[in-house]
């Protein structure tokens, strides 16, 4: 249950802070939000990370219902109910949902956090939860796995 719980709430999170940024910013516009770390950008991402494959937005439909079936999937059929493995899971659902929504409502990704201290793309909450999940399922993966077999 904890699984599609956090799975829910994180979309709704990210739902709400992509309508505040279109409801709130100009797109294309910077606002600062922590000096010198990083500042709010309206973005509409057309592709993939980084706007890769821009314009083949068909190409991300399948591939994310595909990818989140395959989550639920591991979810149900592995039976492993270690913290961090449902955290992983939970939060990569989360991710692929959260960009999904806005795919197909709206036929783009809306981003909105731009790193004022290095060069990079700007990003989502969404982008933020696929980061945070490959991380802790990677953690899974090296420290925790071993001891459950």
């Not at 010198?36 to 706007?51: D, E, K, P």
Request: with cysteine; net charge negative; hydrophobic share 55%.
């Amino acid at each position: 249950m904890f699984f599609y719980l956090l799975s829910v709430i994180l979309v709704i999170i990210d739902q709400m802070i992509k309508a505040w940024t279109v409801n709130h910013i100009v797109l294309n516009e910077t606002i600062p939000f922590i000096p010198n770390l990083l500042s709010l950008h309206y973005l509409q991402n057309r592709g993939a990370a980084w706007g890769m494959l821009a314009g083949h937005m068909w190409l991300f439909i399948p591939i994310t219902l595909l990818v989140s079936g395959l989550i639920i999937y591991y979810y149900h059929h592995d039976n492993v109910r270690q913290p961090l493995y449902v955290a992983s899971l939970s939060l990569l659902l989360a991710g692929a949902v959260g960009n999904f929504i806005d795919r197909v409502r709206l036929g783009y990704v809306v981003d909105m956090f731009k790193l004022e201290f290095m060069d990079f793309p700007v990003f989502n909450f969404a982008d933020t939860c696929l980061s945070l999940g490959v991380i802790f399922f990677i953690i899974y993966l090296l420290f925790f796995e071993s001891k459950e077999e």
